[in-house]
């Protein structure tokens, strides 16, 4: 029997991050406590402890979700609190109150889930009276601020890295997936070869959507940024790799869907067949120098025919076979889209 998560993750969170936010509670702690004495500062702390995200951006939404939070239901354990005391029962009936308030107020679930939360720690720790209120509320503002203030002066984390990482695999696998085509079309395939290959290509669009969020996690990370002017260059030039990607990927999913649908024994004796393959083997390697990481040598075959571009010559394509000529006229028309888009080349 398996248990339905895992008590462990598969990564680690960022070192410096945790730092971050040890640093952040330690001071939290000591400034409301020295400015609201007569009480452990739990609120700062657990407002610290919760702004510090991975991301300047993240962590100003999370300090405006926590403050909101926190204002609503002090707000409500202190009204509830005047009018019927702070029984037990009154504390439960607290929290229902919270709950579905929050959500008549179509509240974040960050701010919805503080709201009962708050509500129910004002009645069960403290009197339900205003300068208790009202302190909790400073309290949690004095941690949020602080947790934002630490986020942004100690290495304001910015995400570019894992985002051209995931560009780049993507390029590459679409080069692989272009160079499996490639050696498909010259040698008879049987339907469990067509299917895997069908298949291995279609992993490119969850890999695609991996790869779109974390460009979106790269993009939020420069939001409220102090070194936003200084990557915002090479997050420009991620952002615009990845959108020439796209229609390849389209393209390549396309060819690979004809081939599957249309393929027989036959196919491989076509004279044009073997210089579309030759030619979807030059896309594939232009397609990987484009996805190289900026400091890394060319890879030997690279280095070589570094300056062979694709499509190099028009393809001199001789009438096929009549069950042929959809499927070749399909992959010569993906092909010179695909190579627009590898050369930068949008004229028809």
């Known amino acids: 029997m398996r248990m339905p998560t895992s008590l462990r993750a598969s990564t680690r969170v960022p070192l ?16 409301a406590g020295t400015f609201l004495p007569t009480q452990l500062p739990i609120f ?34 202190y009204a509830i609190g005047i009018v019927f005391g702070t029984s037990s029962w009154i504390v439960l009936l607290t929290v229902v109150v919270a709950i579905f308030l929050s959500w008549a107020l179509k509240l ?19 009197a ?5 209120a009202f302190a909790r509320i400073v309290e949690t503002v004095i941690g949020a601020v602080i947790g934002v203030i630490v986020n942004i002066a100690i290495v304001p984390p910015v995400l ?35 299917d895997e290959l069908l298949i291995t290509a279609r992993l490119l669009r969850p890999m695609q959507a991996k790869t779109d969020a974390a460009l979106t996690q790269a993009r939020e990370s420069l939001t409220l940024n102090p070194r936003q002017s200084r990557h915002r260059k090479d997050l420009d030039a991620v952002d615009e790799f990845f959108r020439r990607l796209g229609p390849v990927i389209t393209r390549v999913l396309g060819m690979t869907r004809a081939f599957h649908d249309r393929y027989d024994d036959s196919i491989s004796r076509e004279p044009t067949v073997q210089a579309i393959a030759d030619e979807l083997t030059r896309a594939s390697h232009d397609l990987r120098l484009l996805a190289r ?15 062979v571009p694709v499509l190099t010559a028009p393809l001199s394509v001789v009438a096929p076979n009549s069950r042929h000529w959809v499927l070749i006229g399909s992959l010569v028309e993906d092909l010179r889209r695909i190579h627009d888009e590898i050369t930068g080349d949008d004229a028809p």
């Open 108 to 126: 974040t679930p960050g701010t919805a889930n503080q709201v009962p939360i708050t509500a129910m720690l004002v009645l069960a720790i403290g």
């Open 160 to 194: 570019i890295g894992p985002a051209r990482t995931s560009v780049n695999a993507l390029g590459n696998e679409a080069a692989a997936t272009l160079d499996r085509l490639a050696a498909a079309l010259t040698v008879p395939q049987t339907q469990a070869q067509l």
């Open 44 to 77: 700062a702390a657990i407002a610290a402890l919760l702004v510090v995200q991975p991301s300047v951006n993240q962590s100003v939404g999370r300090a405006i979700e926590r403050s909101i939070g926190v204002i609503v239901g002090v707000g409500i354990a």
């Open 128 to 132: 339900a009276s205003p300068n208790y």
């Open 16 to 31: 410096l991050q945790v730092a971050k936010t040890a640093i952040a509670m330690i001071l939290a702690w000591v400034i």
């Open 293 to 307: 990481e900026p400091d890394a040598p060319p890879s030997e075959p690279d280095a070589v025919t570094a300056g």
